[in-house]
């Protein structure tokens, strides 16, 4: 089983000031993990995706995060907020093998608001 | 790029009637899956499929069932809407370990 939490439901920031939206997963297998955004009436876009490799994992639009195992956490940031990253952060973790292979599980949302 | 694409993007039902939403993506995936979407709960998986004419369910498949005929499509059905069942609805393929969503469909059951 698996499953995925999002800490905060709602995040606002300054312009121009770091980000920081929490994740905590569970699984029973060497997790893949992944960040998804979805802006006001937009599809859902991938950001990031951590696949066992680097722990480290650096994605779209100056957002990274990083894997610790020893935390059970996947914790997305980025060094300066802009106004157009406001949207709806989705943090996600995949199951491994079988038939179940590529099944996502979600964890709730984080909106985050930036302010001028 | 891939392509995933949805019949509608808005929908309006009664309560009772059969609702099929369409789903097609043109990079011939394998795996195709069906979500549904709420405020504070995620995304929730309904039924994925693996192959055509093969199909699992997912997390919250009661009131659900899914068509995949050809490689290409896959089909949600709603068998009698309910009230409960409004949402958005997204469709998803998959590559390597990407999943590749289309624009969604917003479904309003009256």
């Known amino acids: 089983a698996q499953s995925v939490t999002q800490l905060d439901s709602h995040v606002s920031v300054s312009e121009g000031t770091p980000v920081l939206l929490r994740c905590n997963y569970s699984?029973?297998?060497?997790?893949?993990l992944f960040w998804y955004v979805q802006h006001p009436n937009k599809g859902l876009q991938l950001l990031l995706k951590?696949?066992?490799?680097?722990?480290l994992v650096k994605g779209i639009n100056g957002f990274e995060a990083e894997f610790k195992k020893s935390e059970t956490s996947f914790h997305l940031t980025k060094p300066s907020a802009h106004m157009s990253d406001a949207a709806e952060y989705f943090c996600?973790?995949?199951?491994?093998?079988?038939?179940?292979?590529?099944?996502?599980?979600f964890g709730q949302g984080t909106i985050l608001t930036v302010h001028p | 790029d891939v392509k995933v694409t949805q019949s509608s993007r808005y929908l309006v039902k009664r309560t009772g009637e059969k609702v099929f939403l369409e789903c097609v993506q043109d990079m011939d995936h394998e795996n195709m899956f069906w979500y549904r979407q709420d405020p504070g709960l995620g995304l929730r998986l309904i039924y994925f499929s693996y192959d055509v004419k093969m199909k699992e369910k997912g997390d919250i498949p009661e009131g659900y069932s899914v068509s995949r005929e050809k490689k290409e499509r896959f089909s949600l059905i709603l068998e009698s809407a309910s009230t409960n069942q409004t949402s958005m609805y997204l469709c998803?393929?998959?590559?390597?370990?990407?999943?590749?969503f289309g624009p969604g469909t917003r479904l309003l059951v009256l």
């Open positions: 996600v973790v995949s199951s491994a093998g079988g038939t179940s292979y590529g099944k996502l599980t």
């Open positions: 699984s029973s297998y060497s997790p893949s």
């Open positions: 998803a393929s998959i590559e390597g370990e990407t999943q590749y």
């Open positions: 951590y696949t066992s490799a680097a722990t």
